[in-house]
């Protein structure tokens, strides 16, 4: 699998970061890092009318703003993107209508409600050579989709599990068409990103049962910011699908044979990602454009595709979708779409001399916004251009004399950023970081000083390369 953080993230930064956070996190830390002054805002603020989805929109509302604009953001979606394109792209069957008109190629089908009778449904429906593929009208995440539907039987069998597992009242039916899952994201008329999505699947090797693997898979993708919250589930639809292929958990796959596990695709049923954004055709891309273009108000978004060696085929359009996805691919690449959608509503920050190694602490505002006692926070503007940090090590009497808390004082009087921490050998270690090189050099000086209590008989410097944390932390 793909090493899991690309250059400019890593593990820390992400801590506690899960799920739709992560796309608020990533497109905030672009747009901050460039130098843009960064606040997030209660959910029922009336400084925007931007339309907010999904369940919980906490810590998800920001703004950017430079010394001539400002722009809103819900997840990776900006104030560029009008509410009538986002009520579009949450209907599948309306989405459709338009994709149609504008000459995007869409599958064929029609659309219904739990209150139309099924053997009505299903006589529509199996008039037209099969196979079909069930969905919810208003879904989302995959959740409800039936995919290479080919009997009467499934297709009845589907539609009931729907019905009792989700609260669905309207459905689409439309042709199965066979090829690759594919989610690319259209940034204005450019491709971001390029991600393949397979059914959730194992490799084995030869000695482990299918529930081990699934095990084992599991464990590889806990270590992905993206999939850790999204593990493959063993429930009576994955039992049911292996015993088509007449198999159980039980079995003990070849060496190298891969047993699929579900019929859908999407990650948050299990699926793996996998990096095509410098592989997928010329056709492909432009077609995804169109679509995007085809949603009036949608300026970038993200696009479904059903693609194979002859067609491109639009299956649902995303206003508000994933960068994580692009960003964690389970393999190939990391593709930085939130970049992209910043050069698009910030271009005159394109060439700033933005540092990677600096971070600012979301678990913290998510915290005090999920506190109820705060309407917004504004994040300390973060310093551009090169970032000189040491880690200095202090030696002597230097604990329970007050020594980090001076630290602390003394950073935040020189505009430095970082830490100071207690080691258990009795040294303190206090890192540093700031634009002013003097500044960050001159504090080895001042380390030797120290609080009135503390004796200092050592202080041993190094360069500090890792992230730097925006503040000065006591830990």
Not at 240 to 255: A, G, I, R
Not at 318 to 329: D, I, W
Request: hydrophobic content about 35%; some cysteine; proline content about 3%.
């Amino acid at each position: 699998m793909t090493e899991t953080y690309p250059f400019w993230l890593d593990k820390e930064m992400l801590k506690g970061v899960r799920r739709f956070n992560i796309d608020a996190y990533l497109v905030a830390l672009e747009g901050w890092r460039r130098g843009l002054s960064l606040t997030f805002h209660e959910h029922n603020t009336p400084r925007t009318d931007l339309k907010l989805i999904g369940f919980d929109p906490i810590g998800k509302l920001f703004s950017l703003s430079s010394e001539y604009k400002s722009h809103f953001f819900y997840r990776t979606r900006g104030d560029k993107i009008s509410n009538e394109a986002v009520d579009i792209g949450t209907d599948k069957e309306l989405a459709k209508k338009y994709l149609k008109k504008a000459g995007v190629p869409i599958p064929e089908g029609f659309s219904f409600t739990s209150e139309t009778p099924v053997e009505e449904v299903t006589e529509s429906l199996f008039e037209n050579q099969g196979p079909f593929v069930l969905k919810p009208t208003f879904g989302s995440l995959g959740k409800g989709v039936t995919t290479n539907i080919q009997t009467e039987e499934f297709f009845k069998e589907s539609l009931e599990y729907i019905k009792a597992t989700f609260d669905y009242t309207d459905f689409i039916a439309e042709q199965h068409i066979e090829g690759e899952d594919i989610r690319v994201y259209v940034v204005g008329d450019e491709i971001a990103a390029a991600t393949k999505r397979t059914s959730a699947n194992v490799t084995g090797d030869g000695t482990s049962s299918i529930e081990e693997l699934i095990s084992f898979k599991n464990e590889s993708r806990k270590s992905n910011p993206h999939t850790v919250t999204r593990l493959i589930k063993i429930d009576d639809r994955m039992k049911n699908y292996l015993k088509k292929q007449n198999l159980q958990l039980s079995d003990v796959p070849d060496k190298d044979e891969i047993v699929y596990l579900k019929g859908e695709s999407n990650i948050s049923a299990g699926g793996d990602s996998v990096d095509v954004t410098d592989t997928i055709r010329s056709e492909v891309r432009e077609v995804a454009i169109e679509a995007v273009k085809a949603i009036p108000g949608l300026n970038h978004a993200g696009v479904d595709m059903i693609v194979n060696e002859k067609d491109a085929v639009v299956i649902e359009i995303n206003s508000t979708g994933s960068t994580a996805l692009h960003t964690f691919p389970l393999y190939g690449e990391s593709q930085n779409v939130a970049e992209k959608i910043i050069d698009y509503y910030f271009p005159e920050t394109k060439d700033i001399d933005k540092s990677n190694v600096l971070y600012f602490d979301y678990p913290s505002i998510l915290s005090q916004l999920r506190s109820n006692s705060i309407k917004r926070i504004e994040v300390t503007d973060a310093p551009v251009g090169e970032i000189y940090a040491k880690r200095y090590i202090i030696s002597g009497k230097v604990q329970k004399v007050g020594y980090r808390i001076w630290s602390e004082n003394n950073a935040i009087r020189e505009g430095l950023h970082g830490y100071a921490r207690n080691l258990k050998n009795g040294d303190v270690v206090v890192v540093v970081a700031g634009l002013d090189k003097y500044r960050v050099d001159n504090f080895k000086h001042l380390c030797y000083e120290g609080p009135r209590r503390a004796k200092v008989k050592n202080v041993r410097e190094y360069v500090w390369t890792n992230r730097i944390k925006i503040g000065f932390e006591i830990k």
